[in-house]
C-alpha cells in the first residue's frame, strides 16, 4: 500500500542523490521545491470550500482543530500557537492535536500515529462539539490516528476537512471538504517534511490567515488586532497607528495607551475622536470589523 504512494516514491531525478555535490543537491531541492506552489495552486478551490466552512463553525462560536501525527501534527500545532499573538484570539479558538501529545512535538513518540482510538480520544479529551472545524492533516493520507479523529468528529455532527499530498487517499472518504495536494516524490524519499510538508504549511497559513481576515482580524493589510507582548511587537503597533492616522509617533504611543495597548482601538478612537469605550461598543456591534465599525459610525452621527 505504501509503494504506492507518490509521497513514497523514488524522485528519478535524485537517483544519484548521494554522489552530487552540496551545490548540486542545494539546486535540485530549489528546483523541486518551486513545483510546491504550483500544487498548492491546483487545490484553491477546495482551500476556498475550507475556509468558508471554518468562518461559518467560528461564528457559530465553534473552534478550527488541526489533527495530525508527526511533521504533519507538528505544522497543526505550530499554526495554532501562532494565532494568539498574531489576531488577538484566545488559545482555545485554534487548537492543534498531535498523535503522541505534547512531547511528540520534539520528540517522536513511536506507534502513537498507528492507533485510530488516539484520534478519537484527543477529541473527546478536548470535548469536540458539533459546531467545531476538524481539519485532519496526514501527508500520505492514511494516518489510523488521522482517519480515527476524523470518523468520531463526521459521528457528532462535526464539519470536517482533509488536506493529504497523494490523490485519493485513505482520509478523504473520512471528511467533508477534501485537499490532495499532490506534492510527488520527494528528492530524499519518503521525506514527507521536505515537499509534502512545505506545501502542508502553505496551505495551514492560508486557512488560519483568511479566516481571521473574515472575522475581521485586518485591517486593509495591517494584524490590527496583534498583541504587543515585546518591545518588537509594541513599536509595530505604532507604526500601524501612525500609518494609518498619518499622525507622530508620539501622538500614538498615546493612543496606543489610551486603548489599553488595543491596536484596531486605537485607530478606531484616532479616526472618530470617541474614547475608548465608545469605541468599543462599536467595534463589537460591527462584530470586530474596524471597517464595518466606521460606516456605522458615519451614519449614527451623519459624518
Known amino acids: 500500500m505504501l509503494e504506492k504512494l507518490n509521497t513514497e516514491s523514488r524522485n528519478i531525478k535524485s537517483m544519484k542523490l548521494d554522489e552530487l555535490s552540496i551545490f548540486e543537491i542545494l539546486q535540485l531541492m530549489n528546483e523541486e521545491d518551486q513545483n510546491v506552489p504550483k500544487a498548492v495552486a491546483r487545490e484553491l478551490n477546495q482551500i476556498e470550500k475550507v475556509i468558508k466552512e471554518t468562518v461559518k463553525c467560528l461564528k457559530n462560536n465553534g473552534r478550527l482543530i488541526y489533527l495530525g501525527a508527526g511533521t504533519s501534527g507538528r505544522l497543526g500545532v505550530l499554526d495554532a500557537a501562532e494565532c494568539p499573538p498574531t489576531f488577538g484570539v484566545d488559545s482555545s479558538l485554534v487548537v492543534g492535536l498531535i498523535a503522541g ?122 494584524m490590527v488586532d496583534m498583541l504587543a507582548t515585546n518591545y518588537k511587537l509594541e513599536k509595530r503597533s505604532i507604526r500601524m497607528i501612525l500609518e494609518v492616522l498619518d499622525i507622530t509617533e508620539e501622538e500614538a504611543s498615546l493612543l496606543l495607551k489610551e486603548s489599553n495597548r488595543n491596536v484596531k482601538t486605537a485607530i478606531f478612537m484616532g479616526m472618530t475622536s470617541l474614547d475608548k469605550e465608545a469605541s468599543v461598543t462599536l467595534l463589537e456591534q460591527a462584530n470586530g470589523k474596524l471597517k464595518v465599525a466606521l460606516d456605522n459610525y458615519h451614519k449614527a452621527y451623519n459624518k
Open 101 to 222: 501529545g505534547e512531547k511528540a512535538f520534539i520528540n517522536a513518540v513511536e506507534g502513537a500515529e498507528d492507533s485510530v482510538d488516539f484520534g478519537m480520544a484527543d477529541l473527546e479529551n478536548i470535548q469536540l462539539q458539533k459546531n467545531d472545524m476538524v481539519i485532519g492533516i496526514a501527508a500520505s493520507g492514511r494516518t489510523p490516528y488521522v482517519i480515527g479523529g476524523l470518523k468520531y468528529a463526521r459521528s457528532i455532527g462535526a464539519s470536517t476537512a482533509s488536506i493529504s499530498c497523494n490523490k485519493n487517499s485513505i482520509i478523504s472518504q473520512y471528511s467533508d471538504i477534501v485537499i490532495e495536494v499532490d506534492t510527488k516524490a520527494e528528492v530524499l524519499t519518503g521525506s514527507t517534511r521536505l515537499k509534502a510538508g512545505t506545501a502542508q504549511k502553505n496551505i495551514l497559513n492560508m486557512i488560519s490567515t483568511v479566516s481571521m481576515i473574515c472575522m475581521g482580524k485586518a485591517y486593509s493589510n495591517l
